[in-house]
């Protein structure tokens, strides 16, 4: 076995394949779908937040109000979302995906759901405490590096550490 075929065991390696994998998987989504990273990341958190508004969406991911507007209305564009006025303030909208949208990523995910469904069934209720541990203690550890980073970089354009997450 060559060093390109060694098993990765510690974090560090893990976690880097993880995150890269995990980039390559949704660049390849939102290419399918026809759309940029940006918008790919605002058409799951309005799949994930029915009837979210466009200032939350624009406090969540710290973009301008104007490209909030902008993407959504190439997602309404594209068919993946659609608005429905507020019945009680007319200038409002909430969003939501729609029917056609759910259809493509069903297949979409389908050989991801897949695999992650022969990877689990394949290990021990104690191994999968141990593997969600590892995930939960992950994206701790991205939040709070995501922080950290933000705090001294001044990093806009992704979700806030409170709001759609609901931790701190």
Not at 27 to 55: I, M, Q
Not at 116 to 127: D, H, P
Not at 156 to 166: I, L, M, V, Y
């Amino acid at each position: 076995m060559n060093a390109e075929e060694e098993p990765l065991t510690d974090g560090a390696s893990l976690g880097h394949e993880l995150s890269l994998w995990v980039v390559l998987f949704h660049d390849a989504v939102a290419a399918h779908l026809g759309v940029n990273a940006t918008e790919h990341k605002v058409l799951d958190l309005v799949g994930r937040h029915p009837g979210v508004s466009p200032t939350r969406l624009a406090q969540e991911t710290r973009l301008s109000y104007a490209a909030i507007t902008k993407i959504t209305h190439h997602l309404v564009e594209l068919g993946y979302v659609r608005r429905e006025r507020d019945p009680s303030d007319g200038r409002k909208f909430a969003l939501f995906v729609t029917p056609e949208h759910r259809r493509s990523m069903t297949g979409v995910m389908a050989p991801l759901i897949a695999g992650m469904a022969r990877v689990t069934g394949e290990l021990t209720e104690s191994e999968r405490e141990t593997v969600s541990r590892w995930l939960m203690g992950t994206v701790t550890a991205l939040r709070e590096a995501t922080t950290t980073v933000r705090a001294h970089h001044n990093s806009p354009a992704t979700p806030s550490d409170q709001g759609f997450h609901g931790t701190p």
